[in-house]
C-alpha cells in the first residue's frame, strides 16, 4: 500500500503563488508517474499536471506556463508550483501516483487539498 498526504492549499488572491506537496509513503517499489488532477464545485475531476520517471512532463492547456510540476524521487515527493493563480483554478487538488511493485501496477489518491483563488 502507498499513502499519500498532499499540503500547502489555502486561500490567494488573484496573481499569487502557492507550492502544493504531495508525499508518498508506504511499500513503495517503483513510482512511474506523479500527477496533480483538480476538482472545481460541480466540475468533473481533470488532470492539471504530471511528471515521469525520466522527468519528463504534461501539462494542462490552461495551467501551460504558470505551473510547474517537479519531483524529488529520494523524498517520494512531487510539488506543484502555481504561479499567476486565477479565480478559475479554485478547486481541490488531488496528488496521484501510478506505482508498480509486486501486486502489479496501481493508481493511489490522495484526499486532495483546498486551493482558493479570489478575485
Known amino acids: 500500500q502507498v499513502q499519500l498526504v498532499e499540503s500547502g492549499g489555502g486561500l490567494v488572491q488573484a496573481g499569487g503563488s502557492l507550492r502544493l506537496s504531495c508525499a508518498a509513503s508506504?511499500?513503495?517499489?517503483?513510482?512511474?508517474?506523479m500527477g496533480w488532477s483538480r476538482q472545481a464545485p460541480g466540475k468533473q475531476r481533470e488532470l492539471v499536471a504530471r511528471i515521469f520517471n525520466g522527468a519528463s512532463t504534461n501539462y494542462a492547456d490552461s495551467v501551460k506556463g504558470r505551473f510547474t510540476i517537479s519531483r524529488d524521487n529520494a523524498k517520494n515527493t512531487v510539488y506543484l508550483q502555481m504561479n499567476s493563480l486565477k479565480p478559475e483554478d479554485t478547486g481541490v487538488y488531488y496528488c496521484?501516483?501510478?506505482?508498480?511493485?509486486?501486486?502489479?501496477?496501481?493508481?493511489?489518491w490522495g484526499k486532495g487539498t483546498l486551493v482558493t483563488v479570489s478575485s
Open positions: 496521484n501516483v501510478r506505482h508498480s511493485g509486486p501486486l502489479g501496477t496501481m493508481d493511489y
Open positions: 508506504g511499500s513503495i517499489f517503483s513510482i512511474n508517474v
